[in-house]
């Protein structure tokens, strides 16, 4: 930096940051000169939804809330480079300062990495994914700088929702693991689910200074063989009702299948063939048990009528003969 650069950054100034892509948590103050070094009565604006964070050899040293400050060295613990002359303006003291959001961050998506196993009545044993999205704002700035900028040392905004998102797909494993609902009947209770999760997780955040505003969970799913075992049982059940819409609905499946094959609708004649006869042999069965059933209802009231004595045993044998 050449001297003109050096007296340049001497003069007051005014200090502020606007996100606009809204979108970070922690922001560092930064010169484009490259000297971030800040001076004796410099204005500091910290806007609606900021807080601004000073550290002075990586301690926390004082935090400001919405407003427009003057830093004197009598009130905050910065020395001025216009009393570091003998340095060459280069103060003996240094002390950084952040931007940090207090605003609600929304639409960090969350998701299990690898299946879950959970004890299931109907499947005994099964393996389930989810994810799904949560929102969260920072209420304890202090606590948000020592703990995660301090302790655990993550200062950039992807890895700060990363490290919240595996929070809150740990609340959602222990959630899962605990609860006896059917995988079935899980679908019914995702705003159960949340509630539970939030109501955890803000009780294991609040040391850190973050509280979750809202938790989603979009989707449950169950392995691919799963799924086609319950899709199995639903067509069984639909064909115990309706065989004939239910080989329809075959039929159709099989075209659409075969159409995307060379070749395909050649064989498939055969096939639908089968499975056309097959209908009509279960629909004829059917048929023929109703007509079995008529008729054993009409020998019955045939047999009504003879024992009292309003048919006689002639007229009782020619009707019976008729019938079968």
Known sequence: MGLFDA??????????????????????????????????????????SQSAVFLKGGQLADILSPGTYSLRTGNFPILSKLKAFPYLFTSPVIADLYFVSTRQFIDNKWATKNPIMKRDRDFNVVRIRAFGKFAFRITDVAAFMREIFGTKGIVMTYDIVAYLSSMVTEAFSTAVGETEISVLDLAGSYRTFSETMQERLNAQTEEIGVRFSDIFIENISLPNEVEKLIDEQSGIGMASRDMESFMQYQTARAMRDASKQKGGLAGLGAGMALGNTMAHNIQESGNSTEKARSKAEQLRELKALLDEGILTQEEFDAEKKKIL
Request: avoid cysteine; glycine fraction near 4%.
């Open 7 to 48: 007296m340049r950054d001497q003069f007051l100034d005014v200090i502020e940051y606007e996100d606009k892509s809204n979108r970070l948590i922690v922001s560092k103050f930064q010169r484009e000169s490259g000297n971030n070094e800040l001076k004796q009565g410099s204005k500091v604006i910290v806007r609606e």
